[in-house]
């Protein structure tokens, strides 16, 4: 079973709100996520994070960025 841990980071304020869930992350999960990419960051697990990150590079590349 694999475990997430997940940051929300509240931009408008200059508070640091740290969320942890334990869960199995499934496709609806995970499309929360990426949903949501710009308000939050994935610490762990690392596997979740990379893929974040290679979407994140994907993008970049696609709006040449």
Do not use: G, T
Not at 40 to 54: F, I, N, T
């Amino acid at each position: 079973m694999h475990f997430c841990f997940l940051s929300q980071l509240a931009y408008n304020s200059e508070i640091l709100s740290k969320f942890e869930y334990h869960l199995k992350p499934e496709f609806d999960f995970e499309q929360e996520i990426f949903s949501n990419m710009d308000a939050m960051e994935v610490l762990e697990p690392l596997w979740l994070r990379d893929e974040v990150a290679e979407r994140l590079r994907n993008l970049m590349k696609k709006y040449k960025i």
